[in-house]
């Protein structure tokens, strides 16, 4: 079951304390709707999980790496060249089931979109001028249904 908004809102509280600042070590893209996120702290690698499947959707971590697929998917390439370290931030869009995770700082800044609605969730990696660099798939159902380029 996707997590409700006060669900997520733990998750994003507990990632804000226990994970932000930490080293992006890692990227696994299993299949278009989960990312696995290996994050370095001191003293412990934490592995987040954040998946947009439908009725599945969540932010957490996990205790095991996610495999991978024998063909790397675009989505993968794309998160590993662009997401610099470290994880700065996590922040929820007031009134939706949106958490949006900041990397890096300035004008290298990424932001990974986790849309956790219904059907029509997806991942998408915005630079710092919210524009879109690429998706997890093509948008579905309702949500941000903006293309590589524009305005998420």
Known sequence: ????RSE????????RSRICGGRL???????PDRVALE???PGQTWLLLLCVAPGLGRINTIERRTGNPKTALTF???LRKELPAPLVDIELVPG???????FG??????SLVVELFGPGGNLALIDEQGLVLGRGRAPRGP????LRGERW
């Open 96 to 102: 939706e089931r949106i958490a949006l995770l900041h």
């Open 105 to 110: 700082m300035g004008a290298g800044r990424r």
């Open 25 to 31: 070590q890692g990227v696994r893209v299993p299949d």
């Open 76 to 78: 993968q390439g794309l």
């Open 39 to 41: 994050i370095r702290c």
């Open 143 to 146: 949500g941000s249904r903006a």
């Open 1 to 4: 079951m996707t997590l409700t």
């Open 8 to 15: 997520l809102l733990a998750q994003t509280d507990f990632v």
